[in-house]
């Protein structure tokens, strides 16, 4: 018989980290999580500064056979008005059984909330990996980006969820690019240059202060997506922090007019290349071995972050940012790229990455369900 547990024990906290090891033993696509920084995430993140969880595990005669968590967002909740909560963190297996108690859990909890409708998944929010994957399994994920089964979007639309929205991820490879992509990066960066705007790498020097930027321009550039929620100053700077110990600076480029950061774009090499390799996530006592040795055969990049404010957009920025990181990737020995991820109807980014001739390649979904009518 399944029963629900509430992870309040070491023990079940790493059961639930550990869970989807044991799911995806076989699967060649599946990249496990680092145990440290997936800890880390579930309890010490600056996001639970302001905000709340609670995680669930499925258990059958002592096996594990789903977990998920309850997300009480309250900075969304202040930002965009509406009272909806979320779901994260999700893994099951093909049960529906399993799959309706754990999000069972999650709609009991939000409800002693008041909030009746649900949302994901996210983990724990849009500033994290979000996202379900419903199209493009033949793959890993790259860095930062989620992964799981292909049964999953049946078991979540038997349990009564409906899309609300997709996000697409593009792949640029080395072998379709052309010359009419540089022509058009040429055309774009000259006008650029004739109104003022430069495009610059990202000050190592002074990080910091370019941080601060960024920062900006991030929690104005994104207000418009849906689930949006502006980061913390803490929660930024973590993950500024993160991505410095594998930032280059020719992948994280700042666009200014007259002194001003307008907009910026960030690339990271796919560090999931050589994570792959580390069984069940541990650094030791050879994790970290492998992912040093491995970390030198990376070939992949991926595009995560790319913004311009408002009253900068339409002026080829963004196709002139995606197109010089790629360029540069190219020339370090980087055969591919991934953009992502895109809001379908974010018709800006999706014509800038397609000017590149970027390709759509993967499909992740944002699931809705209202919980009481």
């Known amino acids: 018989m399944k029963k629900i547990i509430t992870v309040t024990s070491p023990a079940e906290l790493r059961s639930f980290i550990d869970f989807p090891h044991a799911l995806y033993e076989s699967d060649p696509s599946y990249v496990p999580a680092l145990y440290i920084a997936e800890k880390q995430l579930l309890t010490k993140h600056p996001f639970y500064l302001h905000s709340e969880t609670r995680l669930f595990l499925v258990s059958e005669e002592g096996r594990v056979t789903g977990r998920i968590a309850a997300i009480h967002n309250k900075n969304y909740v202040a930002f965009s008005g509406k009272m909806e909560g979320f779901f994260g ?7 529906t059984e399993t799959a309706s108690l754990l999000f069972k859990a999650v709609e009991e909890w939000l409800a002693e909330r008041k909030i009746y409708v649900l949302n994901g998944p996210v983990n724990p929010s849009t500033n994290e990996t979000c996202g379900m994957l419903i199209r493009g399994f033949d793959s890993p994920p790259m860095i930062m980006m989620p992964y799981n089964a292909p049964y999953y979007e049946a078991l979540a639309e038997r349990c009564g969820f409906h899309k609300l929205v997709d996000l697409v991820a593009y792949e640029v490879r080395k072998d379709s690019l052309f010359d009419k992509t540089q022509r058009v990066l040429e055309a774009f960066s000259e006008r650029l240059k004739q109104k003022n705007v430069i495009i610059r790498p990202i000050d190592l020097r002074k990080f910091d202060r370019e941080v601060d930027g960024l920062m ?36 994280c480029l700042v666009a200014e007019m007259n002194g001003e950061i307008i907009g910026f774009a960030l690339g990271v090499p796919d560090i999931n290349q050589a994570q792959i390799r580390v069984k069940r996530g541990r650094l030791l006592p050879f994790g970290l071995l492998k992912l040093l040795w491995h970390k030198r055969r990376i070939d992949g990049l991926r595009v995560l972050a790319l913004g311009v404010l408002e009253p900068y957009r339409k002026m080829g920025i963004e196709a002139v940012m995606y197109g010089r990181i790629i360029q540069s990737g190219l020339v370090k020995g980087y055969t591919h790229a991934e953009a992502s991820w895109i809001l379908e109807d974010n018709d800006l980014m999706n014509r800038a990455v397609l000017k590149i001739n970027g390709k759509p390649y993967k499909t992740y979904r944002i699931f809705q369900k209202q919980t009481r009518v």
Do not use: I, S
């Open 89 to 95: 963190f999700f893994d099951c297996e093909n049960d």
């Open 216 to 251: 900006k321009v991030y929690n104005k550039a994104w207000d418009k997506n849906l689930g949006f929620v502006p980061m913390t100053e803490k929660e930024f700077r973590h993950l500024a922090a993160d991505l410095r110990l594998v930032l280059d600076k020719d992948f």
